[in-house]
T-cell receptor, first 111, second 115 residues
């Protein structure tokens, strides 16, 4: 199966950039994903990247993918207090939509 | 357009009991997946239903079973509940398109507590 690892916590000040990192073991994922989970809520898809891309930018979000090192990162520019949440990276197994999630990174944004 | 809905929101059961959780997929979606999210962990894939059949299964015991109805809604059943089954159960739906990207939409989850 696939293992996905993330650091547990990240604390930044409002207005700074946040970088959340993820490493994965299975390179068969066609897409890699970042999800956001706020307290008491389900998962919200933030962005995704196709496995043959190195970078994807979507407004304040930038995803970097290093396939050689199996490393995925999410950069949030101009982080706001509303960005405080848990962020999960996920890959899909060989069969689409069987997602493997990391344990999540709790982002705390201080005003 | 209603997204993925789940019921109930919260549920308390005792060890040994059985529970049924329900999910209605997003309009237009035909595939439903279930995930278990223990406290402080990421979601773990339980199984996926498409065309009323279980298509894929994660590493969960047979106590976990499911069903998909002709209207694409789905149920998750857990028998002989254990304390360790306490978790948030998430349902996700998507339209199966044979391999190209299609987004999974997640419901808000059912919080199951086993005492």
């Amino acid at each position: 199966g696939e293992d996905v690892e993330q650091s547990l916590f990240l604390s930044v000040r409002e207005g700074d950039s946040s970088v959340i990192n993820c490493t994965y073991t299975d390179s068969s994922s066609t897409y890699l994903y970042w999800y956001k989970q706020e307290p008491g809520a389900g998962l919200q898809l933030l962005t995704y990247i196709f496995s043959n891309m190195d970078m994807k930018q979507d407004q304040r979000l930038t995803v970097l993918l290093n396939k050689k090192d199996k490393h995925l990162s999410l950069r949030i520019a101009d982080t706001q207090t509303g960005d405080s949440a848990i962020y999960f990276c996920a890959g899909e197994g060989y069969n689409f939509n069987k997602f493997y999630f990391g344990s999540g990174t709790k982002l705390n944004v201080k005003p | 357009d209603a997204g993925v809905t789940q019921s109930p929101t919260h549920l308390i059961k005792t060890r040994g009991q059985q529970v049924t959780l329900r999910c209605s997929p997003k309009s237009g979606h035909d595939t439903v997946s279930w995930y278990q999210q223990a406290l402080g962990q990421g979601p773990q894939f339980i199984f996926q239903y498409y065309e009323e059949e279980e298509r894929q299964r994660g590493n969960f015991p047979d106590r976990f079973s499911g069903h998909q109805f002709p209207n694409y809604s789905s149920e998750l059943n857990v028998n002989a509940l254990l304390l360790g089954d306490s978790a948030l159960y998430l349902c996700a739906s998507n339209l199966k398109t044979g391999g190209s990207y299609n987004e999974q939409f997640f419901g808000p989850g059912t919080r199951l507590t086993v005492l």
